[in-house]
């Protein structure tokens, strides 16, 4: 089974403007895909930091002396390069998308299409899963996650079933709690409301808007003057985070301080072609932005 088809892997590279030396860093190192392509457009004296949380990702590396691997969340990723004395890079990618691995991986709980433990770690050293979330967090709060990172309009609905349910036994799988999410609507559940209550709970397990916001914050510092950082976010909760910090460097409503500008190259979001969407459907969703340090 292949690891992860790239989205906009092409586009994406290419907003690097790789010139072939320097140091480039990919922050979502996965398959490799995005790593792989940087690396062949990289010059021998090139260098590339590929960072990853998930140890499986460390299986997928290219055996080239010009990577190094950092299993580490990228909301480090400046401490470790100025510690190497790495800064500034000429260009930064994140493809903040969940890998096909973790999605076709049954134990790992990610997916609501395999009857597996409610996990849904990226790093599985991390202490809280999904199944703490269900089973410990108070209705409102569990409410918030809901409406906040699912955005769902039935929220409410959920998170008193989830708290009434978990009052007989705890809810310890993905079957277990699909039945619960079912029994709330009166007809047919889509893929597309499991779809968005898989993700708040995954955003909430890995904080994963808290990183990518702390992450954001340290791309002008690590950037050289002329680098490029390209992201590629996959639901309107980082693309908005993502938009408003290349335009405004603004996150959560609030100017970053010493926020050097970052000017967005395209003007409107790129999406995937028909082309690639067809070969790969889970690059639908897919949206890139591009700017550059000034």
Same mark, same amino acid.
């Given at each position: 089974?292949?690891?992860?088809?790239?989205?906009?892997?092409?586009?994406?590279?290419?907003?690097?403007?790789?010139?072939?030396?320097?140091?480039?860093?990919?922050?979502?190192?996965?398959?490799?895909?995005?790593?792989? @392509?940087?690396?062949?457009? #990289? =010059?021998?004296? *090139? &260098?590339?930091?590929?960072?990853?949380?998930?140890?499986?990702? +460390? $299986?997928?590396?290219?055996?080239?002396?010009?990577?190094?691997?950092?299993?580490?969340?990228?909301?480090?990723?400046?401490?470790?390069?100025?510690?190497?004395?790495?800064?500034?890079?000429?260009?930064?990618?994140?493809?903040?998308?969940?890998?096909?691995?973790?999605?076709?991986?049954?134990?790992?709980?990610?997916?609501?299409?395999?009857?597996?433990?409610?996990?849904?770690?990226?790093?599985?050293?991390?202490?809280?899963?999904?199944?703490?979330?269900?089973?410990?967090?108070?209705?409102?709060?569990?409410?918030?996650?809901? @409406?906040?990172?699912?955005? #769902? =309009?039935?929220? *409410? &609905?959920?998170?008193?079933?989830?708290?009434?349910?978990?009052? +007989? $036994?705890?809810?310890?799988?993905?079957?277990?709690?699909?039945?619960?999410?079912?029994?709330?609507?009166?007809?047919?559940?889509?893929?597309?409301?499991?779809?968005?209550?898989?993700?708040?709970?995954?955003?909430?397990?890995?904080?994963?808007?808290?990183?990518?916001?702390?992450?954001?914050?340290?791309?002008?510092?690590?950037?050289?003057?002329?680098?490029?950082?390209?992201?590629?976010?996959?639901?309107?909760?980082?693309?908005?985070?993502?938009?408003?910090?290349?335009?405004?460097?603004?996150?959560?409503?609030?100017?970053?301080?010493?926020?050097?500008? #970052?000017?967005?190259?395209? &003007?409107?979001?790129?999406?995937?072609?028909?082309?690639?969407?067809?070969?790969?459907?889970?690059?639908?969703?897919?949206?890139?932005?591009?700017?550059?340090?000034?």
């Amino acid at each position: 089974m292949k690891y992860h088809t790239p989205a906009l892997l092409q586009t994406s590279v290419d907003g690097l403007h790789i010139q072939g030396d320097g140091v480039f860093v990919d922050l979502t190192f996965g398959g490799g895909g995005h790593s792989r @392509e940087i690396l062949n457009r #990289l =010059s021998e004296k *090139g &260098k590339l930091v590929a960072f990853d949380t998930d140890k499986d990702a +460390a $299986k997928n590396l290219p055996n080239d002396k010009r990577i190094i691997f950092v299993q580490s969340n990228f909301r480090y990723f400046i401490q470790f390069l100025e510690y190497h004395n790495l800064l500034p890079v000429q260009g930064i990618l994140a493809d903040l998308g969940l890998s096909s691995h973790h999605i076709d991986m049954p134990d790992r709980g990610f997916s609501y299409r395999f009857d597996a433990p409610l996990d849904m770690r990226m790093n599985q050293n991390a202490k809280k899963t999904a199944f703490d979330i269900i089973n410990t967090y108070h209705k409102d709060k569990l409410l918030n996650i809901l @409406e906040n990172f699912g955005e #769902l =309009s039935k929220a *409410g &609905k959920i998170a008193d079933a989830i708290a009434n349910q978990r009052e +007989a $036994k705890p809810i310890e799988t993905t079957f277990e709690l699909n039945d619960i999410i079912k029994s709330t609507f009166d007809g047919h559940v889509s893929n597309k409301v499991l779809s968005k209550i898989y993700q708040a709970l995954r955003i909430e397990v890995n904080h994963e808007l808290d990183a990518l916001k702390e992450m954001l914050q340290s791309v002008p510092n690590a950037l050289s003057s002329g680098g490029r950082v390209c992201i590629i976010t996959y639901h309107s909760l980082e693309d908005r985070i993502v938009k408003n910090f290349f335009k405004q460097g603004e996150i959560d409503g609030q100017l970053i301080d010493d926020y050097n500008q #970052l000017k967005p190259i395209n &003007k409107k979001v790129i999406i995937p072609e028909y082309k690639e969407i067809k070969e790969n459907k889970r690059a639908r969703s897919a949206k890139l932005r591009i700017a550059e340090k000034q």
